[in-house]
């Protein structure tokens, strides 16, 4: 298992127990075998080959340009303290696809995954949150990560990020965490954190989304949907409406009433645990993978 590879012999349980979307881990040596999934061979490929998306950012300010079309393009702009972000590598790289594939049926989530590349003595963005669990393979170079926990926002979902700024206003202490060629780190989802390289760095970036409280609701109303009882309209309820306000009030309430017994049922079934595990696993797993190398 590579969950078990990377935590080098640090017992599962405990890790999922006391770490695992509760606080970082660090494992020094223990993503040695996948240090030849981020090199530059591979991001040349994947700039030249491919349609990777590449974001570039200098000291947390984004490039103004267009994205480059050739590694000579890529690494003139690396030169002049640019980080280079490729984002979802895994959807054009077919070993990359395996470990999107392996994070994703070990942890059960959605994988977001990034390769980035910084110059020595830059950082490419400033504090900042992702949703996601965070698992980052250092493939080479030395980097510094600075952590913090996020009391101000936490747990956040993907459509309701909080802005970097928020963090300058956290009262947390600040973790340092240095990661050597073959180390990794785990940043559960919500930490504020940010990098900066001492050397020129390139590493892996997983994040994996698992599925949140409201992804239940999400696939009772995907049944729902499927009648036309809960697809019918509402009555006019505006200013030609020939319902008082009361009326209008007492007719939203009987309706709330009649879907939250329907929600209770459906949430209750006994098959839906089952359903809702087997639906998002193949969700998440159709959402790694190649989609093509094409230009």
């Not at 994947?46 to 480059?68: H, I, M």
């Not at 999107?100 to 003595?121: D, M, Q, V």
């Not at 950082?123 to 949150?129: E, P, R, T, V």
């Not at 036309?228 to 505006?238: A, Y």
Request: aromatic share 8%; hydrophobic share 35%; with cysteine.
């Amino acid at each position: 298992m590579l969950l078990d590879e990377l935590l080098n012999g640090f017992p599962r349980e405990r890790f999922l127990q006391e770490h695992y979307q509760r606080r970082p881990f660090t494992g020094a040596s223990s993503a040695e075998r996948l240090q030849r999934l981020g090199t530059w061979e591979t991001i040349d490929f994947l700039v030249e080959e491919t349609a990777c998306d590449v974001l570039l950012a200098r000291q947390g300010v984004p490039y103004p340009g267009g994205r480059p079309r050739t590694a000579k393009e890529a690494r003139e702009l690396f030169a002049q303290g640019y980080t280079l972000a490729l984002r979802q590598p895994d959807q054009h790289h077919p070993d990359l696809a395996q470990l999107a594939r392996a994070f994703s049926a070990e942890l059960h989530g959605r994988i977001n995954l990034h390769i980035y590349c910084t110059p020595a003595g830059h950082h490419g963005f400033g504090w900042h949150c992702d949703p996601e669990e965070v698992f980052i393979l250092q493939t080479a170079g030395r980097k510094e990560y600075l952590l913090r926990e996020n009391t101000l926002h936490p747990v956040p979902l993907p459509e309701s990020v909080p802005s970097g700024t928020l963090a300058a206003q956290e009262k947390t202490p600040v973790e340092t965490h240095a990661l050597g060629a073959g180390d990794f780190i785990y940043i559960p989802g919500g930490y504020w954190h940010m990098a900066q390289a001492s050397d020129e760095a390139l590493s892996i970036s997983i994040g994996l989304m698992p599925p949140t409280l409201l992804d239940l609701l999400d696939g009772v109303r995907a049944t729902l949907a499927a009648s036309p009882v809960w697809r019918r309209r509402m009555p006019s309820l505006g200013r030609a409406s020939t319902l008082d306000d009361p009326s209008k009030l007492e007719l939203l309430r009987t309706l709330i009433a009649e879907l939250g017994g329907e929600l209770q049922k459906q949430l209750a079934e006994p098959g839906y645990p089952l359903r809702f595990l087997a639906q998002t696993a193949r969700f998440y797993l159709r959402s790694t993978g190649i989609r093509g190398n094409g230009r």
